[in-house]
């Protein structure tokens, strides 16, 4: 089983369209979770981090269960600057410092 | 805004040379990672480095790899003799604690082995 799961996509959807990604992951002791937003060919940047309790930013929503190893990232109001690629990441402190282990990511196309 | 500089944008070398990436992480940031991405495959850990030392290393970072904090500013990766299936983006990324907190991914540096 992969350490970070995703459906790679793509998901063509039209703007306005509310979009929802998933991820599960394997490792149980994993602690942290994020999504992150990467562009074709551009470094990985932090959408928004995970929490069990669930968490908004503005048209994204983000949620955690951790019994079923399972995150997702809701977007709502679909925008064409969304189109992109989602990866969900999580990690787990093995040591000093932590890694972050990557899902494949799931590929948004917002058309007009 | 601060951010994680790499350079050389793009590299092109021939299989066996020893290639040297390199990386400003952000100032005050105490960890530092490396990280690859094939194209076409996700992101991969490398190494992370903290106090410097390594923290951590994946299966793919061998005898081949290797990296420096040469001053207070640098943080290089090294790869001895390159292969052609080390061609990828090479990623640095930078934390101001471990990575429980943000990650800041530079650029990165596009390596091309022929």
């Known amino acids: 089983r992969k350490e970070v799961e995703q459906d790679p996509g793509p998901f063509n959807v039209p703007e306005g369209a509310t979009v929802a990604f998933n991820c599960t992951y394997s490792?149980?002791?994993?602690?942290?979770f994020f999504w992150y937003r990467q562009d074709c060919r551009k470094e990985p940047k932090l959408l928004m981090s995970?929490?069990?309790s669930g968490n908004e930013d503005g048209r994204f929503t983000a949620q955690l269960n951790r019994a079923s190893q399972y995150i997702s990232l809701l977007i709502r109001d679909s925008k064409l600057s969304d189109s992109a690629t989602y990866l969900c990441?999580?990690?787990?402190?093995?040591?000093?410092?932590?890694?972050?282990?990557f899902g494949t990511g799931t590929r948004l196309q917002v058309t007009l | 805004e601060p951010e994680v500089t790499q350079t050389p944008s793009h590299q092109v070398t021939q299989m066996g040379q020893e290639v040297i990436l390199r990386c400003v992480p952000i100032?005050?940031?105490?960890?530092f990672y490396w990280y690859r991405q094939i194209l076409g495959q996700k992101v991969e850990f490398l190494v992370s480095?903290?106090?410097?030392?390594?923290?951590?290393k994946s299966e793919i970072f061998d005898d081949q790899f290797s990296v420096e904090r040469p001053d207070g500013s640098n943080f290089t990766l090294k790869i001895r003799s390159t292969k052609l299936e080390d061609s990828a983006m090479y990623f640095c990324?930078?934390?101001?604690?471990?990575?429980?907190?943000?990650?800041?991914f530079g650029q990165g540096t596009r390596l091309t082995v022929v």
């Open positions: 990324a930078s934390s101001v604690q471990g990575a429980m907190t943000e990650a800041f």
């Open positions: 490792n149980s002791a994993s602690q942290s």
């Open positions: 995970v929490y069990s």
């Open positions: 990441v999580v990690t787990s402190n093995t040591g000093t410092a932590s890694k972050l282990t």
């Open positions: 100032s005050n940031h105490l960890y």
């Open positions: 480095f903290y106090n410097n030392e390594i923290s951590e």
